[in-house]
C-alpha cells in the first residue's frame, strides 16, 4: 500500500513537473538594458507580472516610469515602485500602460515614487519569483510580501505585512508608462470598496510621447479586505501652464511638486490632475491583507462587473490555479516531446509569449469602447487591441493561423471595425487602444488578411476587408514613380512592393482581374530601387537620382532603411524570390552572399550589421536557401539561431520581444515549419528541435534527432515518401503525420526540387 501511494506521488509530480505552464519563465527576456545588448534597442523588454492568455489585465511589477521601458520592468533595476495593472509586451518607442499602479508600505505616507524620498522600495532579488498566471517577491524596505495573480479583466494581490500601526495599500492614479494619466477621479463607494478612472491622453506622453496618438481611459473597482478606516486622496497641483510629456514628467520641477501633493484625508470623492488614493491600518505580524480590482476601458460598471464575474471571493489561490489552467489549456495547442529541458522551457515561454497580444479589450459582457468614443458592443468576435504590425506579420499571425485562426477572425474584425469607427478608409499599421498611430512602415494588416484569406480563414466581411487593403495600399505605397524617395527609401518601398503583391493575390481569388494586373506589377516595384553598377538595392531621390553610396555601401546603418542596412533589409522580396535572384547576379552568387551573411553573425546573436536576428526585417532570410535549392542551410541555420539566440535566462531574447514576434518565430523554426511569404499557402520544412510536435491533428515526428543530428535525411508524409523542403498550409491544416529522418550530414539529394 505504501508503495502504492509514494508511486502515484512520483506520478503525480512527473506529470505535474510536465505541464507546460510550469515550464513557462516569464523573466526570460524582462530586460531593457542597452548595455546587455550593445544596443540602445534593448534586450527583450517582456514584463514578468500575471496575466492570462490574451487578458486584459497584466499585474506586474514596474521598476521605472521613464526611459525606452515599455514593460515598466527591467531586471536589473534595484527597486520596485509599485504593481500596476497594465502593461505592454516587448515594445519600445517609449511605451505606454502601466496604469493603476498599486504599492504596500509603511510609515509616513509619501506621494512620489522616488528614491529614498519616495515610497518605492528596494526587494530582495533572490525571492523574486514568477509563473504563468502568479508573481512574488519581497519590498526589502518595507518587510512586505507581495503576491499577484490575475483573471482576463481583473486582478488580485496578497500582501504580508509585517507588525506596525502604520501599514498601507496606496495607488497611484496618475501613473503611466512613458509619461502621466492627465486626469484622474476616485470615489469611496462603502467601507470596502472604490472606484474611478485615470484619463491618458497625447498631452501626457505615453505612446511615442504622445507621437503614438494613444488617447484611452482606464476605469477601475477595487475592493479591499481590510475595512476602509483611515482612508484619503493626495492631490498634487499641476499648473496648467505646465506641460506633460516624458521629460516633462521625470523633471526635478514635476516630481517635487508631486512630493508636496496635498492630503486629503477621509474624503470620499475627488477629481483632479495627479492624485493618488491610499488606506491604512494595524497589522500583526505576517497579517496578509488583499486587494481586488477589475478593470474596464469602458466604464466604472464595466469594471464592477468584470470583477464581479471573475473573482467573487477572498481566494486567492484559486484565482491563482485557475490562470494557471488557463494557461495550460491554450498552450497545449502545441505539444511538443524530446529536446532538452532548457529547449521545453523556452519553447513554452516564447508560446506563452505569443499568446499575450493581441489581447481582448471588451469587458465580459461585450462592451467596448469604439474608435469613435462610443460605447460599441460585440457579440459575434472578440473584440482585440494591439496590433504591432510591422513587426507580427511575419511569424506571429502565421504562427496564429496554424493553432489558432479564431484570434486572426477576431483581429482582422477588430481592424475593420476600427476603420469605421475612426472613419477612415484604410487600416491601420500598428493599433493600439483605438490609436491609430501610424508607426512603423508598410501595410501590414493587408498582409494579415491576405494570408487569412489564403488559408480560408474568412469569418469577417471579405468585400470590405479587400476595399480597406486596396485603399491602404492606394493611400501608403509607391506611387506614380514606381517606388518610395527619401532617406528610408529602400525600407518603404520594398515592404510596398510586397503588400501590392499581397492585394493582386486577393483581387485574383476574389475575381478582379484589372485589380489583379494592376498590382501584380506593383509588386515588381522593387526592382526600381535596384543599382546594377553596385549590384545592390540603393536609395533615391524624388527626382530619380540615387542618394550618394556610403563608404561602408550597403552596411551602412540607416541608408535608405528603417533599424537595419541594405544588406539586411535587401532580402525582403518574398513574393518575388526569383526575380530577385536574378537581380542580384544569379543562385550561385545569391547562396554565396547568404552563406557570408550568416556567418559573419555573432555567436550570441546579438545586434550586428550581419544576420541580425534581434530585428525583423531578416526574419525570413533562413529559409531562403529552401528556395535556392540549398534546403541543409536553412536547416542549419535555424538550429543554430535556435541555439545561439534564445536561452531560459533574463537576457534569452537577443532583441525586443515585439509582441510576440521574436517568440513566435522561435515556435515556429523550433518546431519545423515556417512561411518566406504570408500570403502564400507554402510553409517551409525545416529542422525541429523537437523529437514529436502535436498541432491538433496534424503530427511532426523526427527519427534520430540530436543536436549534431540536425540535416533531414528523408521524409514521408502520412506513410508515403516525400521529397519536397515544403509543404502546403491546406495539408496541415486537413491533418496528418510527417515523419523526418535526421542525420549528422547534409543529404543534399532531400528537398531540392521545387
Request: proline share 5%; aromatic share 12%.
Amino acid at each position: 500500500m505504501i508503495r502504492l501511494i509514494i508511486a502515484c506521488i512520483l506520478i503525480c509530480t512527473i506529470s505535474r513537473a510536465q505541464s507546460p505552464a510550469d515550464l513557462v519563465n516569464p523573466f526570460i527576456g524582462a530586460s531593457t538594458s542597452a548595455g546587455a545588448a550593445g544596443i540602445y534597442h534593448g534586450l527583450g523588454k517582456t514584463f514578468p507580472g500575471a496575466t492570462t492568455p490574451y487578458g486584459m489585465v497584466q499585474v506586474s511589477p514596474n521598476t521605472i516610469t521613464g526611459g525606452d521601458n515599455g514593460s515598466g520592468y527591467s531586471y536589473e533595476h534595484t527597486s520596485i515602485e509599485g504593481f500596476a495593472f497594465t502593461q505592454m509586451s516587448g515594445i519600445g518607442w517609449y511605451g505606454d500602460l502601466g496604469n493603476f499602479l498599486v504599492m504596500p508600505s509603511m510609515g509616513p505616507l509619501k506621494t512620489k515614487a522616488g528614491h529614498g524620498d519616495g515610497y518605492r522600495s528596494t526587494y530582495l532579488k533572490s525571492s523574486e519569483k514568477a509563473a504563468a498566471g502568479y508573481y512574488s517577491v519581497l519590498l526589502s524596505d518595507y518587510k512586505i510580501k507581495a503576491e499577484m495573480t490575475a483573471a482576463p479583466h481583473s486582478g488580485m494581490l496578497r500582501f504580508t505585512f509585517p507588525a506596525s500601526q502604520q501599514s498601507r495599500i496606496q495607488i497611484d492614479l496618475a501613473r503611466r508608462v512613458g509619461g502621466t494619466s492627465t486626469r484622474q477621479y476616485v470615489k469611496v463607494l462603502n467601507d470596502s470598496t472604490i472606484a474611478g478612472w485615470m484619463r491618458c491622453t497625447p498631452d501626457g506622453g505615453g505612446w511615442g510621447n504622445g507621437d503614438g496618438h494613444a488617447d484611452y481611459t482606464v476605469y477601475f473597482y477595487a475592493i479591499f479586505s481590510k475595512p476602509l478606516r483611515n482612508y484619503g486622496v493626495w492631490s498634487a497641483d499641476i499648473p496648467d501652464s505646465w506641460t506633460r510629456k516624458l521629460e516633462d514628467v521625470e523633471s526635478d520641477r514635476y516630481q517635487q511638486q508631486i512630493g508636496k501633493a496635498e492630503i486629503l484625508k477621509g474624503i470620499k470623492e475627488k477629481e483632479g490632475k495627479h492624485l493618488g488614493f491610499f488606506t491604512e491600518f494595524d497589522t500583526k505580524e505576517g497579517e496578509q491583507v488583499q486587494m481586488k480590482a477589475g478593470i474596464s476601458f469602458v466604464s466604472m460598471d464595466g469594471a464592477a462587473h468584470n470583477l464581479q464575474q471573475e473573482i467573487r471571493d477572498w481566494n486567492f489561490d484559486a484565482v491563482r490555479s485557475k490562470a494557471r489552467d488557463q494557461w495550460n489549456k491554450e498552450l497545449a495547442r502545441i505539444k511538443v516531446s524530446g529536446g532538452t529541458t532548457e529547449e521545453k522551457k523556452v519553447f513554452y515561454t516564447a508560446l506563452y509569449h505569443t499568446m499575450i497580444d493581441p489581447r481582448i479589450i471588451q469587458d465580459t459582457d461585450g462592451k467596448y469602447m469604439g474608435g469613435d468614443g462610443k460605447v460599441q458592443s460585440s457579440t459575434t468576435f472578440n473584440k482585440r487591441t494591439i496590433f504591432s504590425g510591422w513587426d507580427v506579420f511575419r511569424s506571429q499571425m502565421p504562427l496564429q493561423t496554424l493553432i489558432n485562426p479564431s484570434l486572426i477572425n477576431d483581429l482582422i474584425n477588430s481592424l475593420i471595425t476600427l476603420a469605421k469607427e475612426k472613419n477612415k478608409d484604410y487600416l491601420e499599421r500598428w493599433e493600439l487602444l483605438n490609436a491609430y498611430s501610424g508607426c512603423m512602415l508598410g501595410n501590414p494588416a493587408v498582409s494579415v488578411i491576405t494570408d487569412a484569406y489564403a488559408k480560408g480563414i474568412r469569418n469577417y466581411n471579405v468585400p470590405e476587408a479587400y476595399r480597406l487593403s486596396v485603399n491602404s495600399v492606394e493611400r501608403f505605397g509607391n506611387g506614380s514613380l514606381g517606388y518610395t524617395p527619401g532617406d528610408l527609401s529602400l525600407s518603404y518601398t520594398l515592404e510596398y512592393a510586397y503588400t501590392d503583391w499581397c492585394v493582386s493575390r486577393m483581387a485574383k481569388w476574389l475575381h478582379h482581374p484589372e485589380d489583379e494586373k494592376k498590382y501584380a506589377q506593383r509588386g515588381e516595384n522593387y526592382k526600381n530601387v535596384f543599382d546594377t553598377e553596385k549590384g545592390w538595392f540603393r536609395p533615391k531621390d524624388k527626382e530619380g537620382k540615387w542618394l550618394p553610396w556610403p563608404d561602408s555601401g550597403r552596411m551602412q546603418p540607416w541608408y535608405g532603411t528603417m533599424e537595419s542596412n541594405p544588406y539586411q533589409q535587401g532580402w525582403f522580396v518574398p513574393q518575388d524570390v526569383d526575380g530577385m535572384v536574378t537581380l542580384m547576379g544569379g543562385k550561385q552568387k545569391v547562396i554565396t552572399d547568404l552563406e557570408h551573411f550568416f556567418e559573419q553573425a555573432p555567436e550570441n546573436m546579438m545586434w550586428n550589421d550581419f544576420y541580425n536576428h534581434a530585428n525583423e526585417p531578416v526574419h525570413h532570410v533562413p529559409f531562403l536557401f529552401n528556395r535556392l535549392g540549398k534546403p541543409w542551410l536553412t536547416q542549419k541555420w535555424t538550429r543554430a539561431i535556435c541555439r545561439r539566440a534564445y536561452h531560459d535566462k533574463v537576457e534569452g531574447l537577443v532583441g525586443n520581444e515585439d509582441v510576440g514576434q521574436m517568440s513566435a518565430w522561435y515556435v515556429l523554426a523550433a518546431i519545423g515549419l515556417h512561411p518566406v511569404c504570408p500570403g502564400d499557402t507554402r510553409q517551409e520544412i525545416t529542422s525541429p528541435v523537437f523529437d514529436k510536435i502535436e498541432m491538433g491533428k496534424f503530427t511532426i515526428k523526427t527519427i534520430n534527432n540530436s543536436p549534431e543530428n540536425i540535416y533531414i535525411q528523408s521524409a514521408r508524409l502520412n506513410g508515403k515518401p516525400y521529397s519536397q523542403c515544403h509543404i502546403d498550409f491546406r495539408d496541415v491544416a486537413k491533418g496528418g503525420v510527417l515523419e523526418l529522418v535526421m542525420g549528422p550530414m547534409p543529404n543534399q539529394q532531400w528537398g531540392i526540387n521545387n
